[in-house]
């Protein structure tokens, strides 16, 4: 029998050591209806100078109702140059994709939009 996954605000507290995001500065961009959840082009930008003392540490991708919902980790530094990140995501179902960013000034920050997908992904077919 599988565990139970944690549910979204968990996920979060976990990744934040309880710490509360903000929402702004980052910028998650994704198509809100796609015909086929195989294949989801996804883009995260962080506002952020990139410098030693202001950078984005990583950016962390959830989709609350997929079978495994931590997506990906994207590990940043100043040397990065710009905090921006593109991936291709799969998709079991319609379902809402939340970026979390870890700033080295201790603060996070947070984005999410609602997906829906008219052919599911990570469909176990037995």
Not at 75 to 89: M, N, Q
Not at 117 to 126: F, H, K
């Amino acid at each position: 029998m599988a565990a139970t996954q944690p549910a979204l605000p968990e996920l979060i507290a976990r990744l934040t050591d309880g710490a509360v995001p903000v929402r702004g500065r980052i910028t998650l961009e994704i198509p809100a209806l796609v015909e086929n959840g195989n294949s989801v082009d996804t883009r995260i930008v962080v506002e952020c100078p990139m410098t030693e003392a202001d950078h984005v540490r990583w950016i962390h991708l959830i989709a609350e109702k997929n079978p495994f919902p931590d997506m990906a980790r994207f590990h940043l530094g100043p040397r990065s140059g710009r905090a921006e990140v593109a991936t291709t995501l799969r998709l079991a179902t319609s379902q809402k994709v939340t970026a979390v960013a870890a700033l080295s000034t201790g603060s996070y920050l947070m984005s999410d939009a609602d997906v829906v997908v008219t052919l599911s992904a990570c469909i176990d077919g037995g």
